[in-house]
């Protein structure tokens, strides 16, 4: 299930506002910073109150290779009718100060489904696929003060509802190498956080074995249907990464459903046929997968 998004208003710096926007909310509060640039602005409610919040992204005026996104966050004084700083706590500090990359998407979401968007910022570098982040931090208002739900910049962070109850969980990814490409391993899902007592915690994977499941049922299936076609028509030296990062993903799940015997046995199964087709150095790395040693550690 997708992240139910509610915002009372998104824009963009040049954006048109209608009138019925402009009536309900304020220009945007004045920007003390020297040589900083609105880029987008969200307006929501975050906390308690019927009062929206705003959230804005700024970027330096002058462009260094190096520059990215800043975010500042506002609540409204109904009475002043003015935009005022919230707030802020040590650890939610750092992500209002530091530089985010410049593809770093932030979204109102709430994660929690507690009727209150939460802040979610993904960190994203320029080398990452557009469908990937590098990074996840959650901020939600709690009473005066923004509070750091949730924040790693490791793992291929994805926001799941996992088990169908509207409320998101975070899985983060652990990689295995791939020999001819270290700066593109393999991705699978090895921690799952809960939203538990008002901050995301780790929970053991087997919580959620469906998710696994249904995970290593797809993988399956990828590996199956690339081996199909493989057999179908000629293999290229571009289908041994594919077939590499295929048939280990698939093995990697079955692991993360600790059923290690049906892992090993369908490997043993596959081997003759791999290594038909495979590079030594790929056949090595899968090898090394069904190890014991390797079991440990990873």
Known sequence: MLPRIVLSMIFALG???SPSSARQVPSPPPMPEEDWALVTVLVGNVDEDPELEYLVLL???AHEKDDGLRIRFFDFDPQSRTWTPTEITNESQESESRFFPPETQ???????RDGRMEIVIRPRRPSTPSNETTGLVILAKRGRYLHQLFATWEG???LKDLDGDGIMEIVLHAEYGDPRDPEAPVLYPAQVFAYEDETFR???????AAYFAEFASAARTEYETLKRRLIEQPMTERDHPALFRAIARMLLALRMQEDLERMRTYYLAERPWLQKRLPTPYLQALDDLIKPVTLRKR
């Open 106 to 112: 932030v979204t109102l979401e709430d994660v929690t």
């Open 202 to 208: 780790r929970v053991p994977p087997r919580r959620y």
């Open 156 to 158: 291929a962070p994805e």
């Open 59 to 61: 970027r330096k005026t």
């Open 15 to 17: 954006s048109p506002i």
